[in-house]
């Protein structure tokens, strides 16, 4: 059976919605499908397709249809899944499928191709068994949830940062569109609020507690999978401290401004959070010693496959620089721009293709490299017309 990865939307997704496949979105009026985000916006006729000419759907029942036509259904969609998110075996998955589908004991032993039907029935009985434990242990999870919720608020920076009871400010409520508690739609690129991000996810921590690198990856990964960045900037802007060789880490004591103020100081052109001066130093000193990868990566529009393939000596500036650019909107691709603003940046993400050592490389070579590397890319991707955002290259050229 081929396997797939879920998508994003999955997690957020009640279990209503995982069933029907598809969420509501009653801010923007618009149906989601959580297998791979396309979208109907209510108020809007849709055609059938090509089968039925001249028929006409609304915005749910197109959404109905487009969950059936392109994923068969959601139990076909999420026994797909790759066996790390279902915990099941091939061989369950299948047997799933095949009752699902209604076909009796003896049936399925022939298309297992083995068996008999008491086999089939024990393999029934044990997922029913699978489905208890999960029960319970959906159970625990929830009462894990609503014990940290009613856990005493934290004092200092952190604490007085932005609560998660409270509603969040303007800008944020974007973000997390689930709630403070939820996770992170997309890293922005103005600093205010990050420093406003950096805060509430401070409230995530416990305080006067020490933390391993772990244990903070494992937090921070249910806010945004990039759970790096956020590690770093919780540092950078005061709100966490940690050990040199980074064994431990713990939220830091109350400092000269909260998360708001930071924010405001941020907007105006000022530091967030004022570590100490010291701390300052250890930063920036930190920063220019950090060997910083270079390499190609690609911007990637996850709705509709389409790329920008780039290489850069500075991944994570470049990074940065895109986003920058994108939540600006002066990004000097026009049609990866226009695509950003009409997803408000949902779906859209960079990766890293192919990083490249650079240490002791002096510039002019590091540039040769970097470009034989964007080219192998851009050959093996072409990233040209309907799969990318290049012109395509004129002949004996490059698309570039």
Same mark, same amino acid.
């Given at each position: ?46 055609? @059938? ?74 393999? $029934? ?76 996810? @401070?409230? =995530?921590?416990?305080?006067?507690? $020490? ?20 590690? =770093? ?29 930071? @924010?405001?100081? @941020? ?9 100490? =001066? ?19 990566? $690609? ?21 940065? =620089? ?18 950003? $603003? ?59």
């Amino acid at each position: 059976m081929k396997e797939h990865q879920p998508s994003e939307l999955l997690w957020s997704a009640s279990q209503e919605e995982l069933k029907k496949g598809y969420r509501f979105e009653p801010d923007s009026a618009v149906y989601r499908c959580l297998a791979c985000s396309a979208q109907s916006e209510q108020g809007i006729i849709y055609p @059938a397709g090509e089968e039925r000419p001249g028929l006409y759907l609304d915005a749910g029942r197109w959404m109905k249809e487009h969950i059936a036509s392109a994923h068969g259904s959601m139990m076909h969609y999420l026994s797909g899944l790759d066996k790390k998110w279902t915990g099941l075996s091939d061989l369950q998955r299948s047997l799933l499928l095949l009752f699902h589908e209604g076909h009796s004991d003896a049936e399925i032993v022939k298309k297992v191709g083995g068996g008999s039907a008491s086999t089939i029935r024990n393999h $029934r009985f044990m997922l029913r068994e699978k489905e208890k434990q999960a029960r319970l242990f959906l159970a625990m999870m929830e009462l894990l949830r609503e014990s940290k919720e009613q856990a005493p608020k934290p004092s200092g920076a952190a604490g007085q940062a932005i609560s998660p009871d409270e509603e969040l400010p303007e800008g944020l409520g974007r973000l997390f569109p689930q709630g403070a508690h939820g996770p992170l739609k997309r890293w922005p690129g103005k600093e205010s609020l990050r420093i406003r991000i950096a805060g509430l996810l @401070a409230q =995530r921590f416990e305080p006067h507690k $020490r933390y391993s690198e772990k244990e903070v990856n494992d937090v921070l990964e249910q806010a945004w999978p990039d759970y790096a960045v956020l590690r =770093r900037y919780m540092v950078e802007y005061g709100f966490m401290e940690r050990k040199d060789d980074g064994s431990a880490y713990w939220l830091a004591e109350e400092k000269e401004s909260t998360g708001t103020e930071a @924010a405001a100081e @941020a907007d105006s052109g000022s530091v967030g959070a004022k570590p100490s =001066r010291e701390k300052r130093k250890e930063l920036v000193q930190a920063y220019q010693e950090t060997e910083r990868p270079a390499g190609v990566f $690609r911007v990637i529009n996850r709705r509709t496959g389409r790329m920008l393939v780039g290489s850069s000596r500075n991944l994570g500036g470049m990074k940065n =620089r895109i986003w920058f650019q994108l939540e600006s909107g002066s990004h000097p691709s026009k049609e990866l721009q226009e695509e950003f $603003r009409a997803s408000d940046g949902e779906g859209i993400d960079f990766e890293v293709l192919e990083e490249l050592p650079l240490r002791g490389i002096n510039a002019d070579e590091a540039g040769k490299l970097l470009a034989q590397l964007e080219a192998k890319w851009m050959d093996e991707l072409k990233p040209y017309g309907e799969r990318g955002y290049h012109p395509e290259p004129r002949e004996g050229g490059s698309g570039r």
